[in-house]
């Protein structure tokens, strides 16, 4: 990515803003459906639309030429890596709090400074893993370990942490090889391989025998048998679907218009919005723990931005979640 694409940086904020309001309304739709919908229906639904808008913006992108690539094994490995990304994240929206759910992904940034150390041979002196460990004392906060009356599983609220790792090593692994296309064919990738898992998983388990006997709401949400919708909630997936071409041209084209170090702070008011959605549409509202623990994750975050601009280092890009989650 040179330079020169990078020199947008109001393009830039523009699109990310536009790609988290996206993503608020993508995460508030799957909610809304988990009761009656498996994820992996929903799922397929919300690729197939979205592939179809994200097409619509690929012919003003070079058309379908832009498809064209020579590493298709490295688009297949990231599009896996977000599917289980989104899958997981998913598996904990339907039965925990819509805010509870994206403070605890919102680690994601500080895991990414953590597998950078590994992945990508980095330094990270001690006020950034101090970030880190202020960060993840966040997600112990919300998770409140030593209460026994929490509402969810220690499964379920285990679920978004692993989903912020996988997208934080989708993140790391893009910058480590140096994928570079055109916003829509990254999108294009993505939508296909969600598709691809979610027809899969239709052959295997779409009439909800996996289902059976278990209790587990969120492994429920996964297996669930696909049902046909009612016209009342079509609407509803072709704005999943919307919101998918969204997510996955928008957050793209941000981060290939503006430094990320511009770009990311932008990305945390994703939060307020699910905890508005939460309040407004499902009547959930955040304990003292809960703001307490999205102040030290949201902190520790910032912190990470701040000291990477101070160092002039590039940081990798931070959501292709859900274009997602």
């Not at 393009?11 to 996206?22: D, H, N, S, T």
């Not at 992996?40 to 498809?67: D, P």
């Not at 064919?185 to 025998?209: E, M, N």
């Not at 959605?277 to 307490?292: K, R």
């Amino acid at each position: 990515m040179t330079s020169e694409n990078l020199d947008h940086p109001a393009k830039g904020i523009l699109f990310i803003l536009i790609g988290v309001v996206a993503i608020s309304v993508n995460d508030l739709l799957v909610k809304m459906l988990s009761d009656g919908y498996p994820l992996h229906q929903t799922i397929w639904v919300r690729s197939f639309v979205g592939l179809i808008f994200t097409l619509v913006f690929l012919q003003f992108e070079g058309g379908w030429q832009a498809l064209r690539t020579a590493t298709p094994g490295i688009h297949l490995l990231r599009g896996m890596l977000i599917v289980l990304a989104n899958m997981t994240f998913y598996a904990a929206v339907a039965v925990m709090p819509l805010g509870q759910a994206t403070a605890l992904f919102f680690v994601a940034p500080l895991c990414i400074t953590l597998l950078s150390i590994p992945i990508l041979g980095e330094k990270v002196g001690p006020l950034r893993l101090a970030a880190v460990v202020v960060g993840f004392l966040g997600v112990v906060v919300i998770q409140q370990p030593w209460s026994t009356e929490i509402s969810v599983s220690r499964f379920v609220l285990f679920l978004p942490v692993v989903a912020a790792f996988f997208y934080a090593f989708t993140q790391v692994l893009t910058r480590k090889l140096g994928v570079s296309a055109p916003a829509s064919a990254l999108a294009c990738y993505i939508q296909s391989t969600f598709l691809l898992v979610s027809t899969g998983f239709f052959l295997v388990a779409g009439d909800g025998r996996f289902a059976q006997g278990v209790e587990n709401e969120s492994i429920i949400f996964l297996l669930r048998a696909w049902s046909w919708p009612p016209m009342a909630d079509v609407p509803v997936f072709i704005g999943l679907g919307l919101c998918s071409g969204l997510i996955g041209y928008c957050l793209s084209a941000a981060y290939k218009s503006a430094n990320a170090a511009t770009i990311a702070p932008f990305e945390y008011v994703g939060l307020p919005l699910a905890i508005f959605w939460g309040w407004a549409v499902f009547g959930e509202w955040p304990d003292m723990a809960m703001w307490i623990g999205c102040g030290l994750i949201i902190g520790a975050g910032l912190f990470v931005f701040l000291r990477e601009q101070i160092k002039n280092r590039p940081l990798p890009g931070r959501r292709a979640r859900w274009g997602r989650r």
